[in-house]
């Protein structure tokens, strides 16, 4: 059991240092465990394999992710790991579509949100409907990419919103960053503004609750924001803290469509 701990470290050690930006010591602790896990932890082989080849994959490395990709949906097929299968038909997604292939690329996503339906995994929804956003931006499709990034933003949104501010700035650049990049691509560049951090603005919003009506602090709050982050795509989260009222959720529309905040 602490021979199996180990080595199951590892594989989130492996994930730990490609977020980091470590990828070849990344793909190296995710080998290592791989080569020390017995067939008796299939299901942690497998995960470790899924994380190679996403490895790889995500960071567009010049490896090639055939060995392991394949081999993880191999065994994802035989002994049925949903969550796993979901991943793996995903990544086939980005594989096919990087060799030339956007159309196969593009069904085996699908798939693998199909599959992924009734598994309660917010974060594995969110890389599929990445995954498949970039894809529809491949085949010219910018009405479904933007569909998609839209829906990834969404769950991530939602996961956001129930962190601590010192957690949300570390979250952000790691998870929402990346998918409105994708977005703003999507748009064509038209998203000028990248989105700020919630401390960046805080000073120019806190207010003592005892001083002014609810009304009037959120009336007040929506002319700071609007004037700050106008002609952005920004999504913007503020928390109660030390007895001071915040609003949960502002979203600043894009600039080609009319300004709201909902």
């Given at each position: 059991n602490k021979l199996y701990g180990k080595h199951r470290a590892k594989i989130l050690l492996g994930r730990v240092q490609a977020?980091?930006?470590?990828?070849?010591?990344?793909?190296?602790?995710?080998?290592?465990?791989?080569?020390?896990?017995?067939?008796?932890?299939?299901?942690?082989?497998?995960?470790?394999?899924?994380?190679?080849?996403?490895?790889?994959?995500?960071?567009e490395l010049e490896d090639n992710p055939e060995q392991s990709l394949f081999k993880a949906f191999e065994i994802c097929k035989s002994q049925y790991y949903r969550p796993l299968l979901a991943e793996a038909y995903g990544l086939l997604g980005i594989y096919y579509t990087r060799n030339g292939d956007p159309l196969r690329g593009k069904a085996h996503c699908l798939r693998a949100l199909h599959v992924a339906e009734p598994v309660e995994r917010p974060y594995l929804k969110t890389r599929i409907h990445h995954y498949l956003s970039r894809i529809l931006l491949d085949l010219k499709d910018r009405t479904g990419a933007s569909k998609h990034i839209d829906k990834a933003i969404d769950?991530?949104?939602?996961?956001?919103?129930?962190?601590?501010?010192?957690?949300?700035?570390?979250?952000?650049?790691?998870?929402?960053?990346?998918?409105?990049?994708?977005?703003?691509?999507?748009?064509?560049?038209?998203?000028?503004?990248?989105?700020?951090?919630?401390s960046h603005i805080t000073g120019l919003i806190k207010m003592n609750r005892h001083d002014t009506s609810e009304a009037d602090y959120f009336k007040k709050v929506a002319e700071i924001l609007v004037a700050n982050l106008k002609g952005s795509s920004v999504y913007v989260c503020l928390a109660a803290s030390n007895g001071d009222s915040f609003l949960s959720l502002i979203h600043i529309s894009e600039p080609t469509r009319p300004l709201y905040i909902s």
């Amino acid at each position: 059991n602490k021979l199996y701990g180990k080595h199951r470290a590892k594989i989130l050690l492996g994930r730990v240092q490609a977020l980091r930006g470590e990828f070849v010591e990344a793909l190296e602790t995710t080998s290592n465990a791989i080569e020390h896990l017995s067939e008796a932890f299939q299901y942690y082989r497998t995960r470790a394999y899924l994380q190679q080849a996403t490895i790889i994959l995500e960071n567009e490395l010049e490896d090639n992710p055939e060995q392991s990709l394949f081999k993880a949906f191999e065994i994802c097929k035989s002994q049925y790991y949903r969550p796993l299968l979901a991943e793996a038909y995903g990544l086939l997604g980005i594989y096919y579509t990087r060799n030339g292939d956007p159309l196969r690329g593009k069904a085996h996503c699908l798939r693998a949100l199909h599959v992924a339906e009734p598994v309660e995994r917010p974060y594995l929804k969110t890389r599929i409907h990445h995954y498949l956003s970039r894809i529809l931006l491949d085949l010219k499709d910018r009405t479904g990419a933007s569909k998609h990034i839209d829906k990834a933003i969404d769950l991530t949104l939602q996961t956001y919103t129930q962190l601590d501010l010192e957690m949300r700035e570390s979250f952000y650049p790691l998870y929402l960053r990346p998918l409105e990049i994708t977005k703003s691509k999507i748009e064509g560049g038209k998203s000028r503004r990248a989105p700020q951090y919630l401390s960046h603005i805080t000073g120019l919003i806190k207010m003592n609750r005892h001083d002014t009506s609810e009304a009037d602090y959120f009336k007040k709050v929506a002319e700071i924001l609007v004037a700050n982050l106008k002609g952005s795509s920004v999504y913007v989260c503020l928390a109660a803290s030390n007895g001071d009222s915040f609003l949960s959720l502002i979203h600043i529309s894009e600039p080609t469509r009319p300004l709201y905040i909902s």
